[in-house]
């Protein structure tokens, strides 16, 4: 089961989006015309993109968004919202209209990554969903971006599932393969986006055994001589001897999880090959983060495991997007552009729309187009822009082709294309300003 | 409905534990005893003590640990185990013995924060269930335990939901809680963990209306004069003037959630209290962490909404615990202490006893005491030592002292009198060792 789509996500909210649900219906504008927007004032410190992730899953979660008898029990018991509040919320089921970026796609601070339109009174439930869903899953997948830069053509593959919530760890699979990982050590991701399952053994293997050997022998019979091997539960030079001896030179692969792991695997491949296991591949896991692996670039490294700092966006484990609303309906029925003027945290009113620029195949700036309806609906796209937004639900109807498998392998490879539009400056680990420039324009 | 207590759990995990579970069936390793053991090797960078949450959770974690119909298909249908082995699982149901900290209880590098133990089979399944929950709790805890303190005595409250996946952000209030928060935005896990739940109003609710008093006068007649106003959307001092034209001096609060929040503080109770709102409350919101809650000990603040640090651990997202495999039985039927040599990575072997043990009402020392069984069953606790563990689970029994509201409630009792009794450093903010050494013995 997935709660994401099983459980009814109603109460994934925080107070105040039911309160001001209430009060909205009391005094008449919960039904007002409203455009909301999802952005970050600001990349975390130093980084250059950050990856857009979890639109896809966000999608199956406002689909699951209908409050059940439990659900509404709960909200009267606690006198959150009135009676007629409760009725209201019995028939509810988001018919708005939901566009932004593709999953996959590169963003930059005031990208606006999601714009969720329809009434004050159904737009309003799902700020935090939204929220939680765009903020985890993008800087997983920002991070995961980076890893998979630094690697090179080599796989990165996911092992984060400790170190997080058990249900953030499913869906920071998900986010990793947008980021261009290959696979993952957590079934329950696996099943449910029919992600490739991987896993070698832990050392209570090893320790469970009388002998290294007997767990080899044990895990050799089992899966063959295929499987990768864990061989630094004791000397990391005897088990590969060990390894090669049980299982021959076609044993599949050995995973070194402790050490310099630079000169271990040099050590490892060298032993390996001397003792014919040419073919034989290294892994290596162990708190590896993006600096980590660029540091192994040259050391024999054929795969990498990455756990902590995967699941936590190393370093940056929320994007910081906010959801704010740019254009509301006014007392005469036209839609009125707002923005609050809080210190250091002003918004640009109006619903924007959203173009990446290009020459000679790279990209140069991401534009942001604010204005009224009816200004952005006469604006002419110059020659060599790229429209950004792209429609996930119209009235209530999602577009299939961003949710589910398929989709998700498509966001991947937008990453890997986008990417590699980018200023070259985008590969860098180096500190420093986003690759692009985001220009807001204001058009009347 | 709950994921963690509805949805079968028995694929959060990685599929390393199926397949050595598999070739542990086929050797007939499986059914040894074994001891695993949870810790982390080191406290976050200058972290003087952790806060032990999620085991409360766990124990229902695990009890909902049955592979459904359609996870066994999974596994069949990916060839992740054999069919002896899906045999095995149909009827799978941990009936071992869980024992460890308390939740609330501080922590200490290599304190055995829980002990699993049972057969081979039993026991390796859990490994990630088991380290995501007690990870992202404990993590959440500790980070929430260091912003109650800085707090002194007024009341912090989640607001993090946004910050963090969906469904994290549940578990997320919950531990909380146990650091010593009041009460948490999520509704969700207000009526999961039947805690209080608050809110005030965002800025969209006050951009939806023609003005600023629309939204207040609108506000106040769904909740009253005691509700909680924010004015931060325009000027503030027109909005904490326009809030008392509009509720009177029976103001209840407002919310400030931008700007110098010490000095903005200071001018609005200053404007309050020339008003006649003597008693309207201000809470203060925006990024705070313990240091930003610690500079704002002298402005006149009612409570704080924290975010994004509490939910993301403060720069700790995650605890580093391991889980480990201390102790199994042997070919001849005895308990063998076992442990890995990785470099770096090494082990104790040995099921632990853990005390912690004082001096006039302070806490001294954690003491870790290793050994054989028998070893360990002859051991004689020292005069002033308190034990740490406790049973949660008792062949298979969970012990409902651990579970469910009330103990959450204890749990937050216990990390109040915990943390009195720790040497005054534990209060400091400032990078250091942690305040107890934890002393390992070894034991024949």
């Known amino acids: 089961m997935n709660p994401t789509t099983d459980a009814s996500t109603s109460l994934l909210t925080d107070m105040y989006e039911y309160t001001m649900l209430d009060a909205a219906l009391q005094d008449g504008t919960a039904d007002r ?16 993109y950050g990856v857009t992730a979890g639109a896809g899953r966000l999608m199956e979660a406002i689909g699951a968004f209908r409050p059940s008898e439990d659900d509404l029990r709960f909200l009267a018991d606690r006198h959150i919202v009135s009676a007629r509040t409760l009725r209201w919320l019995e028939g509810y089921r988001f018919s708005g209209s939901i566009s932004g970026y593709r999953e996959g796609e590169p963003f930059f601070p005031d990208s606006p990554v999601l714009q969720v339109e329809g009434t004050f009174a159904e737009c309003t439930l799902l700020e935090t969903l939204v929220l939680s869903v765009l903020n985890y899953d993008s800087a997983v997948a920002s991070a995961a971006s980076r890893m998979v830069s630094a690697a090179g053509g080599r796989p990165c593959m996911d092992m984060g599932a400790r170190r997080t919530n058990e249900w953030a760890a499913v869906s920071a699979a998900r986010s990793a393969v947008i980021g261009g990982f290959q696979g993952t050590s957590n079934l329950q991701a696996a099943k449910l986006y029919d992600l490739p399952a991987i896993g070698t053994a832990a050392h ?13 022998v044990s895990q050799i019979q089992a899966f063959g001589k295929g499987t990768t091997l864990l061989t630094d539960t004791y000397s990391v030079e005897e088990a590969v001897r060990t390894a090669v001896e049980v299982a021959g030179p076609d044993l599949g692969g050995v995973r070194l999880d402790s050490g310099d792991l630079a000169s271990l695997a040099q050590q490892v491949r060298t032993q390996l090959d001397t003792l014919g296991a040419t073919k034989a591949t290294i892994t290596v896991t162990n708190d590896l983060d993006e600096y980590a692996i ?10 990498y ?5 995967l699941v936590t966006g190393s370093g940056a484990p929320t994007c910081a997007m906010v959801y704010k609303l740019v254009e509301r309906e006014g007392a005469d029925g036209s839609m009125v552009p707002v923005a609050k003027r809080s210190a250091g945290k002003a918004s640009v009113p109006g619903r924007k729309l959203a173009f990446r620029s290009y020459a000679d195949g790279r990209a140069t700036a991401e534009h942001v187009v604010a204005g009224g309806e009816r200004a952005l609906a006469g604006f ?15 009235e209530g109807q999602v577009n299939p082709e ?7 392998l498509r966001a991947r490879d937008r990453r ?20 692009l420039p985001t220009l807001t324009q204001v058009i009347a």
Do not use: N
């Open 204 to 216: 209570c293997f090893t320790l469970l055994h009388d002998s290294e050997r007997d767990a080899f």
């Open 380 to 394: 002419h796209t110059p020659d060599g822009w790229r429209g950004l937004l792209v429609p996930y639900i119209s």
């Open 305 to 309: 495991g990455v756990g902590t700092q």
């Open 402 to 408: 961003f949710v589910g498998h398929d989709a998700l």
């Open 294 to 303: 660029a540091a192994l670039s040259r050391a024999p490294v054929d795969s």
């Open 33 to 48: 015309r409203c455009v909301f927007e999802v952005y970050t004032r600001h990349l975390p410190d130093g980084r250059r």
């Open 416 to 435: 890997t294309q986008a990417l590699a539009e980018l200023p070259i400056a985008a590969m860098s680990l180096m500190k420093g300003e986003p690759v």
